[in-house]
């Protein structure tokens, strides 16, 4: 993966010259005034950690998996958010780890801790490093030093139960690999977010991901039946059947814990039978409106397609529901639907005869399988982007279908008070019963010192969002940036709940210090 954008540095690629002059003409778009900065350029701290710490961590893993090199640590700094990516193509590696360890077991993993607690060494649980949230950078002050605990090795499928349909994985498997080695069983787990070429479902478990056919297949953590978790205090296993009434269900208290609380060392997951067959296609609504009410009708209604994907009218203008060929898009809003595996008429015709009804225009499948072909390359896109001069970044909330429109405007009106004239997008990514959420994407020009102005931004859309009453995130996560927000949105007691938890599973303080748990009164 890229250390300074995403994914496979041999799939980035320029912008088109018609783009960067549209840029230009339509936001003020201006190329930076300097180059990004080359791997070995990056400034890293001195390893803070002593060689005596070192070499106890080394005895837990091996030496071996044990890294302090420049590479090791640059590409565990930060994860991939606009401001992340901005620091690193400035040269600043300056929340770098002291060092990158690799366990090979749980009992590896509960020995790191154990160590880790008695030296007051802060542990960054590691994954894909796809956060866009702030969730990788732990708080220094007051600890001998930090290191990434990548839990890359830990990338085994152990079992597979087809009678139940439950398969038991280990945190480090990534997604591309999951689907590969529940292929030769016939089996997938229908968890696609636009990480998945990259994420671990260990992240997506410690993020409570949602996948883009979340309509279909739910998401990450309806997914989980079980898990096991590694703390500082000792081992959760959690997950004797798939509902209990056997009071508060605490794998719901790991799941989004952003690896706060403890480090997840297995995963019983649910899995359903591979689709045959999937099928794609475009409608097009006259308004944001008018496609709203169609999608909601199908959520609440049915039948609820396995995608199901709302665009506004300037993303559908723009063409972003096609990042691999942007700006082909057209007027009026754009629906993307998807219908996976048995009687797959039947439910296709069901859920467009619910479309058509509430005013839609069926485009056929070219625009599903565009979108389906791009789906996960916008954050390519973002690096194009972000060469050229522009500052891109998305956001996400939720909210109940009543209060979606106030939601929409608010984020909206926030954005364009902090940033001048952005050009601001969203889209329905995924629908329930009694709401949805709404991802936003925004571009503007580079202007001063572009962390901070995005920063301001930020803040001006986390204030809006709590004050609409939508929450602060439906799956991007909670990380350093929304941190405060979310102590607004739980109120006084709910951060105290937190804080318990926490001094109960980790009394040092030394799991992704910073990092989801607010330190003081909420308050915006």
Request: net charge negative; glycine share 12%; hydrophobic share 40%.
């Amino acid at each position: 993966m890229s250390w300074c954008g995403w994914g496979d540095p041999a799939k980035a690629r320029e912008l088109p010259e018609q783009i960067r002059k549209l840029l230009h003409d339509l936001l003020g778009v201006r190329a930076p005034d300097t180059p990004a900065a080359a791997i070995d350029d990056v400034r890293l701290p001195p390893v803070a950690l002593p060689e005596p710490a070192l070499a106890a961590l080394a005895a837990v893993t091996g030496p071996a998996h044990v890294l302090t090199s420049h590479e090791a640590r640059l590409r565990h700094t930060r994860g991939k958010s606009t401001p992340d990516l901005l620091r690193m193509r400035a040269g600043d590696g300056s929340d770098a780890p002291d060092a990158v360890v690799l366990p090979g077991s749980h009992e590896e993993v509960a020995e790191l801790l154990r160590l880790c607690a008695a030296e007051r060494i802060a542990v960054v649980p590691f994954g894909g490093g796809t956060s866009v949230v702030g969730g990788l950078v732990a708080a220094r002050a007051g600890f001998t030093g930090v290191i990434a605990l990548d839990l890359g090795r830990l990338d085994r499928l152990r079992s597979v139960d087809a009678e139940s349909m439950v398969a038991d994985f280990e945190p480090g498997v990534r997604a591309p690999e999951a689907e590969r080695l529940l292929a030769e069983h016939g089996l997938t787990l229908g968890h696609f977010p636009q990480s998945f070429e990259y994420a671990t479902l260990g992240g997506f478990a410690a993020a409570r991901s949602s996948g883009q056919a979340s309509a279909g297949y739910g998401r990450f953590d309806d997914m989980v039946v079980g898990l096991t978790l590694a703390t500082p205090s000792g081992t959760l296993e959690l997950g004797r059947a798939p509902k209990s009434a056997a009071g508060p269900d605490l794998r719901q208290l790991v799941l989004g814990s952003e690896g706060a609380f403890g480090v997840i060392t297995s995963l019983r997951l649910r899995v359903r039978r591979r689709p045959a067959e999937r099928r794609y296609e475009g409608w097009r609504f006259e308004s944001f409106r008018a496609g709203t009410a169609a999608v909601r009708a199908l959520a609440q209604e049915g039948p609820l397609p396995t995608v199901l994907r709302l665009s506004d009218e300037t993303e559908t203008m723009i063409g972003l529901a096609r990042p691999d060929a942007i700006g082909g898009g057209g007027s009026g809003c754009l629906v993307i639907l998807g219908v996976e595996g048995d009687w797959i008429g039947h439910r296709h015709a069901a859920a467009a005869a619910v479309l058509a009804w509430h005013g839609g225009e069926p485009l056929g499948p070219e625009p599903g399988q565009a979108w389906e072909h791009g789906r996960f390359s916008a954050p390519y896109l973002r690096d194009s982007l972000l060469g050229a001069g522009a500052t891109v970044e998305t956001l996400e909330t939720a909210g109940f279908w009543s209060n979606l429109p106030r939601l929409y405007d608010a984020v909206r009106l926030a954005l364009l008070g902090a940033l001048g004239s952005p050009l601001v997008m969203c889209h329905v990514s995924h629908v329930y019963e009694t709401g949805a959420s709404l991802y936003f994407t925004v571009v503007t020009p580079q202007q001063g010192d572009p962390v901070e102005q995005w920063q301001r931004a930020k803040e001006a859309v986390n204030a809006a969002i709590v004050e609409a009453g939508g929450t602060i995130s439906h799956h991007h996560g909670v990380g350093r940036d929304h941190r405060d927000a979310y102590g607004a949105e739980l109120g006084p007691l709910g951060v105290g709940v937190l804080q318990a938890v926490k001094e109960r599973l980790d009394p040092a303080g030394i799991l992704n210090p910073g990092v989801l748990v607010p330190q003081s009164p909420p308050g915006i």
